[in-house]
C-alpha cells in the first residue's frame, strides 16, 4: 500500500516463530482437560498413531492418539462412537493448526472393558468362533487331563479335589500360568499351543483340557477375554472346557470353548463320570449280567431235557427200523416199476419174434419145400442157369443135399 511504514525487520516474526508462540500459549492455558464428543474420521498411520476428529453440533477438534496410549487401549475408537477424552491442546507446525492430543479415552456410557468385550465378541462371532457345529464332544471316560491355570490360585485345589473324589483314576498334568495381569493372555495361550504340539507329536496324549480361574472382576477376568486366548482355545485340537469364575461371569474364552463350566470344580464334574455311581452301576450289571445266564443255563438245561425225552432218543433203532422198512417198501415198488416196462417189452419180442417166425423161408421148408443153390450161394430160380455136370446144394427142413445135375428139363409155358 503506498506510504505504509513498514516494521523495524527485528519485529517481524517468522511463522515458525509465531507457531511456536502460539503453541507455548495454548498449552500453557490448557495444560490438561476433559472433552466428550462423538469420534468421526478414524485413521490408523503406519506408525500405529491414530488420527481422528472428534466433533459435537456445531464445531470439530482434530485429535491424535500415539501409538503408545493405544498399545494400552483395550476397544477399538471407531466412528460414531461418544466418547470422553482426556488430554491437552497442541499446535502441529507443519500444517499451523492446533490438535488434541489424547492421553485418555473411554466410551461415554460403557466403560471400556465392556466396549472391548463387546467389539472382541462381535468380531469372533462373524469369524465362526462360536459356531456349536466346530465343537469336540468331551470324552466319556477321561485318562488324561490338563490344567492350565495358576498353581497358587483356590481353582486348582477345588479341581483337583473333585477329580480325586469323582474319579481317581485319571492323570491330571497341571499347566501354571498367570490368570490375570499384563502378559497372563500370553501365557495361557502358550500353554494350550504346547499342549496341542505334545498331543501331535503323541508325546504326551491329552483327552481333555480344562483352562479356567476363579472368580474376580472382569479386570481380574481380563486374560479370558483378550483375543490370543480365543484363538489358541479355537486352534486346539484337544477338547477344551473353559471354566472361569462364577456361574454369572461369561468370558470370551467360555463361548469359543468346546464346553462351558460354571466354576473350575463344575468342570472336573462336567468332564468326569463319578466313580461311585460307575461302581454302583457295574455292580448292577453284574447282577443282571449272572441273571441273564442263569436264565439262559435254566433254559438251555429243559431244552436238553425235553430233547432228552423224545422217542429218537429213547429208542434210537426205531427210526433205523423204520427208515429200512420204508427203503424195502421203495425197493419192492421200485422193482415192480422196473419189471412192467420190462414184461411189456419181453412180451412184444415174443409177439415180433413169432410174426418173423412165421414169415422166415426156413419155416416154408418145414412144409415139404426145398431151396436149391450154387455153390457161389446163387438161388436156382431157373434151369436156365444150370447146366448138366453143376454141383448144387439143395437145403431141407433137416439137413441139406448135395447132387450134380445130369439133364436140365425146362418147364412147359402154359399155354
Known amino acids: 500500500m503506498a506510504g505504509a ?12 516463530a509465531l507457531t511456536r508462540q502460539v503453541r507455548e500459549v495454548l498449552e500453557g492455558r490448557f495444560p490438561a482437560l476433559w472433552v466428550g464428543g462423538e469420534i468421526s474420521n478414524v485413521s ?28 494400552r487401549l483395550r476397544f477399538e475408537p471407531k466412528t460414531g462412537m461418544q466418547v470422553i477424552v482426556r488430554g491437552r491442546l497442541s499446535v502441529y507446525d507443519q500444517q499451523g493448526k492446533y490438535q488434541f492430543c489424547i492421553e485418555e479415552i473411554h466410551p461415554k456410557g460403557i466403560g471400556a472393558l465392556e466396549l472391548a468385550l463387546q467389539q472382541l465378541r462381535e468380531k469372533l462371532e462373524r469369524k465362526g468362533y462360536f459356531d456349536p457345529r466346530r465343537k469336540k464332544r468331551l470324552p466319556a471316560y477321561p485318562r488324561t487331563i490338563a490344567l492350565v491355570t495358576s498353581p497358587s490360585g483356590a481353582a486348582v485345589r477345588d479341581v483337583l479335589e473333585t477329580l480325586g473324589r469323582r474319579w481317581p483314576v ?62 489358541a482355545i479355537f486352534a486346539s485340537r484337544i477338547p477344551v472346557i473353559s471354566a472361569v469364575g462364577h456361574e454369572t461371569d461369561v468370558t470370551i474364552s467360555d463361548l469359543v470353548a468346546d464346553h462351558r463350566a460354571l466354576t473350575p470344580s463344575r468342570a472336573a464334574t462336567d468332564l468326569t463320570p463319578e466313580r461311585d455311581v460307575m461302581l454302583a452301576t457295574l455292580v448292577d450289571f453284574n447282577c443282571r449280567l449272572r441273571e441273564q445266564v442263569l436264565r439262559r443255563l435254566d433254559q438251555s438245561r429243559q431244552r436238553i431235557i425235553d430233547i432228552a425225552d423224545r422217542r429218537v432218543f429213547r429208542s434210537p433203532l426205531d427210526r433205523v427200523h423204520d427208515l429200512e422198512r420204508r427203503l424195502d417198501e421203495l425197493d419192492e415198488r421200485l422193482g ?45 430160380q431157373d434151369v436156365a442157369t444150370v447146366r448138366p455136370g453143376d454141383l448144387l446144394h439143395t437145403r431141407l427142413a433137416r439137413g441139406e443135399v448135395v447132387s450134380r445135375v445130369e439133364d436140365v428139363r425146362p418147364t412147359q409155358e402154359m399155354p
Request: aromatic content about 4%.
Open 170 to 231: 485319571a492323570t491330571v498334568v497341571v499347566v501354571p500360568v498367570r490368570v490375570q495381569g499384563d502378559g497372563a493372555a500370553s501365557e495361557i495361550a502358550t500353554a494350550i499351543g504346547v499342549l496341542n504340539r505334545l498331543h501331535a507329536a503323541g508325546q504326551l496324549c491329552m483327552d481333555a483340557m480344562i483352562v479356567g480361574r476363579g472368580g474376580g472382576s472382569l479386570e481380574d477376568l481380563w486374560a479370558f477375554n483378550e483375543e490370543p486366548v480365543a484363538d
Open 44 to 71: 490408523r498411520a503406519t506408525s500405529g498413531h491414530l488420527y481422528l476428529t472428534l466433533k459435537d453440533s456445531s464445531a470439530v477438534l482434530s485429535a491424535v492418539l500415539y501409538r503408545g496410549v493405544g498399545f
Open 336 to 380: 415192480r416199476a422196473a419189471d412192467a416196462p420190462l414184461e411189456r417189452a419181453r412180451q412184444r419180442v415174443v409177439a415180433l419174434a413169432g410174426r418173423l417166425e412165421s414169415l422166415s423161408p426156413l419155416n416154408v421148408l418145414t412144409r415139404g419145400y426145398s431151396l436149391t443153390r450154387t455153390p457161389d450161394g446163387h438161388v436156382v
Open 5 to 16: 511504514t513498514l516494521p523495524d525487520p527485528a519485529c517481524i516474526l517468522s511463522i515458525s
